[in-house]
């Protein structure tokens, strides 16, 4: 998220793309994948259909229900209130959720009801599924003071700000989480007022924003605006209105999009992640008009972030911005790399190409994100890490529990409300198998439930148990990872003759019987990746995790390790450490520096130039100062 005094990066443009109409959708298509290819799609199971079963990701799930949990619904409406003219005798929340803050309501109505919705949907937390309930009781009486359908926890004089070109935070990136949180209550409980909320918040915007000129409103989308764009496509896909799609297009910016339309990365000197969720938005309207040019600019965006712009941790940007050249990422080790929210939003628009490509690659990535820089950033109170330090000697920081609510304490919030959200995909009644991660698959539709039963990454494999009320010729398809060498398949117990290679997913069709198994082996292997414009730093991997050196202890004069204030980083952070350095030798691998000293318990031991030093995966990380990268000594010979 950006600060207000963040300079404009985007020049005056032209009029909005030409207006699309959306096709007819199935009911139940809530997704609204109706273009003409929209059949050949990969989609994700409901929510509903999918469990986690106990393992980390249940347990970091349950200690962010229980932050969730311990927020009170009156403290997060007070606002709204106020500014709705209704008394609030509660106490505010603090940080970017003060009175005062440009941004409040961001998490207050509308991170909180996506987390409590899907928290509802993943897991069945009637708790949180009631205090959204009340939550949105509380917002529609705000509403329903307000005039024109409009809502938020400040009043419309921040859009003025906009029109006026005055200083003001993001008033547009407010609005859109609300909307998103309440088309999340409407799509997964089932709050049927919240849909009526989020019609009204549209209908402000769409008078509001129309009766604005073009030129005039390209300089009011300078500002970040989050998924304005992304959440008007889902509300027409929900309710089959093309005037959302025509709202849509007005927060278009034809000098961001063109260029990446062209395949050209003009993207040094932009917000990270004020651009992410434009390209989100882009994605959808693609699923939505089947216009491809919005397919085309969203995969350009995507490689090009992840090949030229990308951190091994599977996230990008220093100071929240991309400052270099593509691929010149030398020189950009710092305290405030890869900010959390950018993972998330890299992770949705990941999932969404996948469904029209069934690439494995974006499934490689999105488990690379996951174990790497999404699992790891939450303490055991359900606090969350705003930035992702990649310099040497630093430490995670959380945001406190009540004092700062950040961006990245909102998405985080939802990601880890959301760990079922990619595990299996289906295409027609063909199984896809993204994730390996202990969970249950229930398609009562086809009579099947498939019980994935894993310790990933503790154990370097998955078995899929088949319960079945009768047999069925289908076919599931489970990802062979590009880390992997010699993955084995067994189907009850006998070893299979199958192949895939790694990078692609491997299909299996037969006849699936009731108590039928499907076990693969997917054997991990060291493996060392370069940062990108200097070889001479890397990083060691071992499978999809990135290992991370243990520096010892934090120090006891180090800044706090929650920030209690709406401050993303401590005050005063010391100068990074250098590099650890290897003992790298001409022709050295990193198996010949790196030990495994136990794959189960996932430890390991490396010989540097300062001695041996512990390392373990990053996402097992809690406590200590770190190292992601090295340096190496002979890094042409280095593989
Ligand atoms: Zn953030």
């Known amino acids: 998220m950006i600060s207000h005094s963040r300079r404009d990066f985007l020049k005056t443009s032209t009029a909005v793309a030409g207006l699309t109409v959306v096709r007819s959708l199935a009911p139940t298509d809530v997704l609204g994948l109706s273009s003409p290819d929209a059949s050949s799609r990969i989609v994700p199971f409901p929510l509903s259909a999918v469990r986690l079963a106990p393992g980390i990701f249940s347990e970091q799930a349950e200690i962010n229900a229980r932050y969730l949990d311990s927020l009170s619904v009156d403290r997060l409406l007070h606002s709204f209130r106020v500014t709705a003219g209704i008394s609030s005798a509660a106490t505010p929340y603090k940080g970017w959720e003060e009175p005062t803050c440009e941004l409040r309501g961001h998490f207050a109505g509308g991170h909180y009801l996506s987390a409590s919705a899907l928290a509802f949907a993943t897991s069945g937390n009637d708790v949180l599924k009631k205090k959204g309930d009340e939550l949105i009781a509380g917002l529609s009486q705000c509403q329903a003071k307000n005039a024109g359908g409009y809502l938020s926890a400040y009043p419309p004089d921040l859009f003025e700000h906009l029109v006026q070109g005055k200083p003001v935070w993001a008033p547009f990136y407010t609005y859109h989480k609300i909307m998103a949180g309440l088309l999340d209550m409407y799509v997964l409980t089932g709050n049927s007022d919240a849909l009526q909320i989020a019609e009204g918040m549209a209908r402000w915007v769409g008078d509001y924003f129309m009766g604005i000129g073009a030129e005039q409103r390209q300089r009011m989308l300078r500002t970040e605006y989050g998924g304005m764009n992304e959440v008007l496509v889902n509300l027409a896909a929900i309710t089959k209105k093309d005037r959302y799609i025509e709202t849509a297009h007005l927060f278009e910016q034809p000098d961001f999009l063109d260029p990446l339309a062209d395949r050209r990365d003009q993207l040094q000197g932009l917000h990270a992640n004020t651009h992410v969720p ?362």
């Open 278 to 639: 434009k390209i989100i938005g882009a994605a959808r309207m693609y699923e939505v008009t089947g216009d491809r040019r919005y397919q085309q600019i969203a995969e350009y965006f995507l490689e090009e972030v992840l090949t030229a712009r990308n951190y091994v941790i599977g996230n990008t940007s220093l100071e929240e911005n991309w400052k270099t050249l593509p691929g010149q990422l030398k020189d950009t080790l710092g305290w405030k790399n890869a900010e959390c929210c950018v993972a998330y939003n890299l992770m949705k628009l990941e999932r969404l190409v996948f469904g029209w490509t069934a690439s494995a690659r974006w499934m490689d990535e999105y488990e690379r994100a996951l174990f790497n820089c999404r699992l790891g950033t939450q303490n055991a109170h359900g606090l969350k890490q705003y930035f992702f330090p990649l310099a040497a000697g630093y430490w995670r920081v959380y945001n406190s529990p009540e004092e700062s609510f950040w961006c990245c304490t909102g998405t985080g919030a939802e990601e880890f409300a959301k760990f079922t959200d990619t595990i299996f995909f289906h295409r027609g009644d063909e199984i896809f198998v993204n994730q390996f991660i202990a969970s249950t698959l229930d398609w009562k539709e086809e009579g099947l439930l498939i019980d994935q039963v894993t310790q990933f990454p503790h154990e370097q494999g998955t078995t899929l148990k088949i319960k079945a009320s009768r047999p069925a010729a289908r076919t599931i398809h489970i990802r062979i990872p590009a880390w992997t060498a010699n993955a084995e398949v067994m189907i009850n117990n006998r070893a299979l003759e199958a192949v895939a290679d790694p990078g692609s997913y491997l299909a299996i069709r037969r006849v699936w019987q009731d108590g039928d198994t499907f076990s693969i082996s997917l054997p991990m292997q060291l493996r060392q990746e370069t940062l990108a414009g200097d070889d001479s730093v890397a990083a060691v991997l071992y499978g999809p995790l990135v290992l991370a050196a243990d520096l010892g202890p934090i120090p006891s004069d180090a800044p706090d390790r929650v920030i209690h204030s709406g401050d993303t980083a401590p005050d005063k952070v010391p100068s990074p450490d250098p590099l650890p350095k290897t003992h790298a030798t001409p022709g050295i691998k990193p198996d010949q520096w790196v030990k495994t000293e136990s794959k189960s318990e996932l430890r390991f031991k490396a010989a540097t130039q300062a001695g041996d030093r512990e390392l373990m995966p990053m996402y097992k990380v809690r406590d200590q100062r770190y190292a992601v990268y090295w340096q190496t000594e002979n890094p042409k010979q280095l593989s």
